[in-house]
């Protein structure tokens, strides 16, 4: 197709990026300062929304959207079927002259009514019951979405019950920042700060994903209706070489990097780092930090950026957890962190000893939550698609475990030991003074096989599955240590030796808590053994994972946040059960309908080509017995035979599992019976891909699919 060329020079990065962002100097620009001033208040949770302001706002975005050429507004958020969903609605309204005038209200930009009936509610509403509602974030900007049908204004909404409840991704991360930022507060208070406002948690997701030929993807029934390949022999060649890793990238990826920044960068997306994945056809986009939920919404529009501008280039984005078997799994980097309103990072060592003490104060209070609540951790990170990736030769296993590094592990030790730190001549360091030495911004090298690694500043959570929002893993953390920072800060807050008093809440943590803590290699199977003798819980599969989100202690820390209620979570339980019994539905039926309809009749046509050639030898009077083929034919006819056997085996257990009527058995019965059969199934096809004429195979291999760009 035609290149799309992308002119920085006459079209400056500078008045490209935040183009179609309705941004903080868009609304300084068009507000009027009384305006200004009453939604940033809004946005930093100092007021309430008034009908007065939402008005102001309403018309000025909507002329700033109509001025891009913009007819339609829609209301964006994210259900739990873990997509966007969006209702486009014109600016027109009649005038009754046959005319119309252009309008947008106060009250619709506030609050919209889609039908709310077919997502996903886990029995918090009957499905014949309609109503949910659409509610603003102000803290997120609205923007532009730019395509072949127009110019629509999106605005990022929550989406609620009739009754209230959390249906999407969004309410519970809000709430949840709200829990973690009045709980560091609370820490903050009480070491003395009084000029932090509040705390905002910031995310930096980095997306891994796969480019395919759009060619070969249309003739590959798996990739198009599952994301990931079913069947599939291992090329000769995979990844053992280690060339595609940060290697040249090739001039039509780099041509399609180059308009997805150029998408991005218009709608203020910070797209910073590009580069070759692990992988052959892997990629990776890192952005630069946001709080979490501009990050979460960002990542939304990232995955559906890259889906579009693929699809001009010919191309098509795979972001499934393991798209290819064999190769490494595509994961998401979160990069978490928590920091003041006034610029202080919580979790950044500081150099001098009272920034230490808050530093290992916070430290402290990650290493408690992640011990005491591993298994929702895991849960956060839990999908089909990641079952294939966790533990594999590129991913961590699915045990929770931290990275923290040499020299800050041995700080610790010294204080759980009572040892004076490096080069100082007391016998015991205290927190805040002196003894503990200043510490560097990078403390460590990093460890890339670490699910939850310091690296620096912030805590990298590499578990995340790549084609999931980021939303979960981050409600998860900012409850898990706002419940941990409200313990410290009770401690505190009645303590009346504040230095001891720290110096007690990291050395207790610390001891009780080292467990968690390791800095070896997680892809060893050694630590796998270790982890078990420290009772670090290995929790293999999504549907073990998903019990975590209806524990007791869950339920409680959850509630007590005013994160999510026990309804709303076991509500998601039931939706996300559901939805792994789906996924794996579909993929079993593609399974039986690639084998039964694809793979035996190319294998069938195969055998006979042999049996052709055999019969028109011994026709000709040739004197030849033909072993080769004879020995072909008979190994394909055999792995054919046993191709219909297990096909039909996977077709009875299948037709079993969907006559569960119970979600939660239904869900293990994919999981241990469809799922182990479909393996099965896939073994003799990839034997049968090995010995059948490349001509005869009935859909493009992996060779083909991973080294073509």
């Known amino acids: 197709m035609e290149k799309k060329i992308i002119d920085f020079v006459s079209n400056p990065l500078t008045e490209v990026y935040g183009r179609n962002l309705f941004s903080d100097a868009v609304m300084k620009e068009k507000l009027p300062k009384s305006i200004y001033k009453a939604i940033k208040k809004v946005q930093a949770g100092e007021g309430e929304l008034n009908i007065e302001v939402a008005e102001v706002v309403a018309t000025a975005m909507k002329d ?143 997306q891994e994903y796969f480019l395919v030929e759009k060619e070969l993807f249309a003739k590959r029934m798996d990739l198009q209706l599952c994301g990931r390949t079913l069947y599939g022999a291992m090329a000769p060649k995979g990844q053992e070489l280690e060339d595609h890793y940060f290697g040249t990238i090739k001039e039509r990826v780099a041509d399609f990097m180059r308009e997805l920044n150029y998408e991005l960068w218009k709608l203020g997306i910070s797209a910073k780092t590009q580069h070759n994945e692990v992988a052959p056809n892997q990629f990776e986009l890192a952005p630069i930090y946001e709080t979490s939920n501009i990050a979460a919404d960002n990542n939304q529009l990232v995955m559906d950026t890259m ?47 009272q920034e230490n003490a808050q530093f290992l104060l916070f430290l402290a209070a990650v290493i408690k939550a992640v011990d005491s609540y591993s298994p929702i951790l895991r849960m956060s990170a839990a999908n089909s698609g990641n079952d294939h990736r966790l533990g594999a030769n590129e991913a961590p296993p699915a045990i929770i475990s931290m990275f923290l590094g040499e020299q800050l592990s041995e700080i610790l030790e010294n204080l759980a030991a009572g040892k004076a730190s490096s080069g100082s001549g007391n016998s015991f360091m205290e927190i805040g003074t002196s003894m503990l030495p200043k510490l560097p911004k990078d403390l460590t090298d990093r460890n890339r096989t670490s699910p939850f690694a310091f690296t620096g500043n912030k805590f990298e959570f590499r578990m995340v599955p790549s084609s999931e929002s980021i939303s979960g893993p981050n409600v998860v953390l900012n409850t898990i240590v706002a419940e941990v920072l409200n313990d410290f800060a009770s401690i505190l807050e009645s303590a009346s030796d504040k230095k001891t008093a720290i110096q007690k809440i990291v050395l207790d943590t610390y001891k009780t808590h080292k467990k968690i803590i390791f800095n070896g290699n997680n892809y060893s199977d050694d630590w796998v053994a270790e982890a078990e003798k420290r009772g670090l819980p290995n929790i293999k599969s999504t549907v073990a994972a998903l019990k975590a989100l209806v524990s007791d202690d869950v339920v409680k820390v959850f509630e007590k946040n005013k994160v999510l209620t026990k309804r709303e979570l076991h ?69 054919v035979d046993k191709l219909y056997t297990e096909v039909g085996k996977l077709e009875k257990v299948l037709a079993t599992t969907q006559g569960i009527s119970d979600i939660e058995k239904q869900a293990i019965s994919f999981r241990d019976d469809v799922f182990a059969q479909m393996l099965a199934v896939r073994q003799i096809a990839d034997s049968l891909e090995l010995l059948v004429e490349k001509s005869y195979w009935p859909f493009p291999s992996y060779s083909e699919l991973l080294f073509n760009l």
């Not at 507004?73 to 046959?98: C, M, N, R, V």
């Not at 209230?164 to 709430?175: F, I, Q, S």
């Not at 595509?330 to 000893?353: A, M, Q, R």
């Not at 049996?611 to 055999?638: F, M, Q, R, Y």
Request: with cysteine; charged share 20%.
């Open 64 to 206: 700033w959207a109509i001025d891009n050429g913009a007819t339609h507004y829609t209301h964006w958020f994210q259900p739990l079927t873990g997509l966007t969903a969006e209702k486009h609605d014109s600016f027109i309204s009649p005038t009754g002259d046959g005319k119309v005038i252009l309008e947008f209200s106060g009250k619709e930009l506030v609050k919209g009514e889609p039908d709310a009936s077919s997502f996903p509610s886990g029995g918090i509403r009957n499905t014949f019951e309609a109503r949910g509602y659409t509610a603003w974030d102000v803290t997120s900007p609205a923007f532009l979405k730019q395509d072949n049908s127009g110019v629509t204004l999106y605005i990022p909404t929550a989406f609620v019950s009739y009754t209230g409840e959390a249906l999407d991704k969004k309410v519970p991360l809000l709430r949840s920042m709200d829990a973690v930022s009045a709980a560091a507060m609370r820490v903050l208070k009480s070491l003395g700060n009084t000029t932090s406002k509040r705390v905002i948690s910031t995310v930096g997701p980095e």
């Open 307 to 353: 889906r579009k501008v693929a699809a001009r280039h010919d191309l098509v984005c795979l972001l499934h957890e393991k798209p290819f078997a064999g190769v490494n799994g595509s994961g998401k980097h979160n990069n978490w962190s928590i920091s003041t309103d006034d610029g202080i990072n919580l979790l950044e060592p500081g150099s001098n000893p």
């Open 571 to 639: 509500s998601r339980y039931e939706i996300y059960l559901e939805k792994y019994a789906k996924q794996i539905n579909i993929e079993a039926g593609c399974a039986i309908r690639m084998a039964k309809n694809e793979i035996l009749p190319a294998c069938t046509s195969f055998i006979k080509k042999l049996a052709d050639t055999i019969n028109s030898v011994k026709t000709a009077g040739i004197n030849a017995v033909c072993a080769a083929e004879h020995d072909l034919a008979s190994k394909v006819s055999a792995l």
